[in-house]
């Protein structure tokens, strides 16, 4: 399993990709959480971390993902994070996009939820380039969703 964009590969998170690469990227807590749960529930693989990696260094430069499997009303949260050295570069938009895509192929998946600190304007960008609508403000962030269209 794996995604593409002109500049980057994107890479769900496993313990044997972490194991062929030598990596300075810093292992957050949510990775070393979703590794955990993914040695006991297999079909986690692709509903939690992905690596965003740049083709032209092989380096990872962030990493995206959902915050678990499409729930009840099938939706899934998405979250990113790109290392400051490689933002502005569109990588976030680029990555997050091809992995709202995958969801959406996915017959289980409606919606795609979101939500950024009010004042995360890079964030925000984001999420408004990729039509995603805000629905909500609580506790200073504001809440976005895409619903999947029907062709």
């Given at each position: 399993?794996?995604?593409?964009?002109?500049?980057?590969?994107?890479?769900?998170?496993?313990?044997?990709?972490?194991?062929?690469?030598?990596?300075?990227?810093?292992?957050?807590?949510?990775?070393?959480?979703?590794?955990?749960?993914?040695?006991?529930d297999?079909?986690?693989?692709?509903?939690?971390?992905?690596?965003?990696?740049e083709?032209?260094?092989?380096q990872?430069?962030?990493?995206?993902?959902?915050?678990?499997?499409?729930?009840?009303?099938n939706?899934?949260?998405?979250?990113?994070?790109i290392?400051?050295?490689?933002?502005?570069?569109?990588?976030?938009?680029?990555?997050?996009?091809?992995?709202?895509?995958?969801?959406?192929?996915?017959?289980?998946?409606?919606k795609?939820?979101?939500?950024?600190?009010?004042?995360n304007?890079?964030?925000?960008?984001?999420?408004?380039?990729?039509?995603?609508?805000?629905?909500?403000?609580?506790?200073?962030?504001?809440?976005?969703?895409?619903?999947?269209?029907?062709?």
């Amino acid at each position: 399993m794996e995604l593409h964009t002109k500049n980057l590969r994107i890479l769900p998170c496993t313990e044997l990709f972490l194991s062929s690469v030598s990596t300075n990227y810093p292992l957050g807590q949510h990775i070393k959480n979703y590794l955990d749960e993914l040695k006991n529930d297999s079909s986690l693989l692709g509903w939690g971390v992905w690596f965003v990696i740049e083709k032209e260094t092989n380096q990872i430069v962030g990493d995206i993902g959902f915050k678990g499997k499409p729930n009840l009303e099938n939706s899934v949260e998405v979250g990113y994070g790109i290392l400051p050295s490689s933002q502005n570069k569109g990588y976030a938009t680029g990555a997050v996009k091809e992995l709202l895509n995958w969801a959406f192929s996915k017959p289980n998946v409606t919606k795609i939820i979101a939500e950024c600190l009010e004042d995360n304007h890079s964030s925000i960008r984001v999420l408004e380039k990729l039509n995603m609508k805000k629905v909500g403000l609580e506790n200073h962030m504001i809440k976005w969703q895409l619903e999947k269209s029907i062709e």
